[in-house]
């Protein structure tokens, strides 16, 4: 397989894990991008790999960013437990310290 055709690959992964969600998988397919670019043995080819890699991460940043402010909003959004659904927080502190 080429640096071309492995630099696809990841790229190809890393796509399908930030849209999914999956932050692990993404990372695999960083490390996995990370491998294809550094296969590259030609100067010139290196370079384009190099700024297509620049051009997934600038786009994995965003698409993971929007996610978190969509998720961040949800919640925002939610309302607050019953009183009954709420843990009760003691009245005083269990320990004692004495010197």
Do not use: C, I, N
Not at 43 to 60: G, K, M, P, S
Not at 63 to 85: E, I, K, S
């Amino acid at each position: 397989m080429s640096a071309r055709e492995a630099f696809e690959a990841a790229a190809a992964r890393l796509r399908r894990a930030v849209a999914a969600g999956a932050y692990a998988e993404a990372q695999a397919g960083l490390d996995q991008l990370r491998r294809a670019l550094e296969s590259a043995q030609d100067r010139a080819e290196r370079a384009v790999l190099a700024r297509r890699a620049l051009e997934a991460l600038a786009w994995a940043r965003k698409v993971t960013l929007a996610a978190r402010a969509q998720d961040a909003g949800r919640l925002a959004r939610l309302r607050p437990l019953p009183a009954g659904y709420r843990a009760v927080a003691p009245s005083r502190h269990g320990w004692r310290l004495e010197a």
